[in-house]
């Protein structure tokens, strides 16, 4: 049976780590220009309704460089939802290509792309979840801490798409996962419910930043306004302003701590050039890991390893 990647535990802890074992192999072939070429005569069909700059160069990059060759489709191109509906744009994509990668606005509508194509669906990012991000995320927390033991990271923000995929790598891998947001921003009440119910980690849903960070191993956030939200930025800024990742915030975990943010920041509101530019900032690792835990989850999903 075909296999797609929508949620972070679509796959098992086993499958988890063994991707993020399979990333580490691929990034070394990469970094020593290996002649490695798995996906030579194949296609990745890339479908936009969303901007993006690391979404699409790593998925592009990536794949050209094992050897295939990727479509970047734009919000114009396909119109998904719109101009066809998901369910047709599956089975027709699915007779030309190997693999779709879709970055999306209705979730709904990549569970249809993935019901009806007959070729793996990757989730580039949805209004609810952002799977390969949090992928490319924990690889880069076990590079740098080189094991996973005890690992508390605190999302100070919006509890956003990134924020729902946190939760449910938390039902895969046992986390301290703390979301520190305002009190009508915090993440899906159902997916903070399947995290908790899946018993292996702790999950605490707080509005102090002060109160989450003391003990944390990584600090994480994001924009304020999400896109498709960016009309209410304005807005969210009086109930955000006391959620900014700042030297302070960073110096109150009383340890080393590393900072991460998905990019793109929006430097002055969620973060500012101090914490970004400091040395335990690990957002451009987290970048590049982008290419490299995806290049490793279209492996697994084609069964190429
Ligand atoms: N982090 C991330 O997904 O970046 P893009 O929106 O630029 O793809
Ligand atoms: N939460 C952000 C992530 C961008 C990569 C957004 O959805 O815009």
Not at 114 to 119: G, L, P
Request: proline share 5%.
């Amino acid at each position: 049976m075909k296999k797609d990647f929508i949620h972070i535990d679509d796959f098992t802890n086993d499958e988890i780590m063994q991707i993020l074992n399979l990333a580490v192999e691929v990034k070394a072939k990469f970094k020593r220009r290996e002649n490695y070429k798995p996906f030579k005569d194949h296609t990745l069909a890339m479908i936009f309704a969303k901007p993006s700059a690391r979404t699409r160069i790593s998925f592009e990059t990536g794949f050209c460089r094992l050897g295939g060759h990727a479509l970047y489709l734009n919000p114009n191109d396909i119109e998904l939802g719109k101009r066809e509906p998901p369910k047709d744009v599956a089975r027709v994509i699915s007779r030309y290509n190997d693999i779709i990668m879709a970055r999306l606005f209705d979730h709904a509508h990549i569970i249809e792309l993935a019901k009806y194509a007959e070729i793996p669906v990757i989730n580039g990012l949805t209004d609810y979840n952002h799977p390969c991000q949090v992928m490319a995320d924990i690889l880069t927390i076990w590079e740098k801490r080189r094991h996973l033991d005890g690992l508390k990271v605190v999302f100070v923000g919006d509890g956003n798409n990134v924020v729902n995929s946190w939760l449910r790598l938390a039902m895969r891998l046992p986390l301290h996962f703390v979301c520190a947001c305002p009190k009508n921003y915090t993440p899906d009440n159902q997916t903070v419910q399947l995290a908790r119910d899946a018993g292996i980690s702790t999950i605490e849903i707080v509005n102090d930043p002060f109160e989450a960070v003391p003990g944390a191993d990584v600090v994480y956030t994001d924009v304020w306004a999400s896109m498709g939200q960016k009309h209410e930025l304005a807005a969210r800024k009086k109930h955000f302003e006391n959620f900014q990742v700042t030297s302070r915030l960073m110096d109150a975990t009383g340890k080393t701590t590393y900072f991460m943010h998905c990019l793109p920041a929006q430097r002055g509101l969620e973060t500012g050039d101090d914490v970004i530019e400091s040395p335990n900032s690990i957002i451009f690792d987290q970048a590049e890991n982008r290419m490299h835990a995806q290049n490793a989850i279209m492996l697994k999903l084609t069964d190429k390893v």
